[in-house]
């Protein structure tokens, strides 16, 4: 069974770094795109960027870069989002997701991972 | 960047047919998504490629496009299809894919 298994809930306080993880499983975690998106509370979807694990290859939303760091090790198959210094409009739900090939879309999700910031 | 336009809502009888809506300049060129979202859960892929169904979804969930306008339909609505919907698109043609999600449409099942 494909799966993506993301870290749990973070609780931070603004400026401090965080770093979040996404574990994937059932599939060649090389051979297909991970993606991040997030939501905030009440809100929808937005997507922030995706990494290839097979080479690293990095591509950022215009919105988030600068904002985040997408990285990924290829050899544990694990995906991570991170922030250097945190601020309370960071407070959202970040899901990771399996991109499929050149179309972009995708057909797996993870759970999701909670990030509260708040003084 | 391009946008995509959804209803923010859609209302419908049990049985009854659901047609949510996406509107966007570039649909005539590029594929879109549909995702499934109910309250407290991660979105379900449930249209790829305007209208191909994924592996256990549901045939009552159909995906169609005209022109600048794409319809997720979903046909002898049940009390679980409750949920946010978004469309998604993606150009690739640039330095970098330009993903798009729609603004949601919550299904409402009276």
């Known amino acids: 069974e494909v799966q993506l298994v993301q870290s749990g809930a973070e609780v931070k306080k603004p400026g401090e770094s965080l770093k979040i993880s996404c574990k994937g499983s059932g599939y060649s975690f090389t051979s297909y795109w991970i993606g991040w998106v997030r939501q905030m509370p009440g809100k929808g979807l937005e997507w922030m960027g995706i990494i290839y694990p097979g080479d690293s290859d990095t591509r950022y939303s215009p919105s988030f870069q600068g904002q985040v760091t997408i990285s990924a090790d290829k050899s544990i198959s694990t995906a991570y989002l991170q922030w250097s210094s945190l601020k309370a409009s960071d407070t959202a739900m970040y899901y990771c997701?399996?991109?499929?090939?050149?179309?972009?879309?995708?057909?797996?999700w993870g759970k999701g991972t909670t990030v509260t910031v708040s003084s | 960047s391009y946008e995509l336009t959804q209803p923010p809502s859609v209302s419908v009888s049990p049985g009854q047919t659901a047609r949510i809506t996406c509107s966007g300049d570039a649909l005539p060129k590029q594929y879109a998504y549909w995702y499934q979202q109910k309250p407290g859960q991660a979105p379900v892929l449930v249209i790829y490629k305007d209208s191909e169904r994924p592996s256990g979804i549901p045939e009552r969930f159909s995906g169609s496009s005209s022109g600048t306008t794409v319809t997720l339909t979903i046909s002898g609505v049940q009390a679980e299809d409750e949920a946010d919907y978004y469309c998604?698109?993606?150009?690739?043609?640039?330095?970098?894919?330009?993903?798009?999600f729609g603004g949601g449409t919550k299904l409402t099942v009276l």
């Open positions: 997701a399996r991109v499929y090939g050149d179309y972009y879309y995708m057909d797996v």
């Open positions: 998604q698109s993606a150009d690739s043609s640039g330095t970098y894919p330009n993903v798009v």
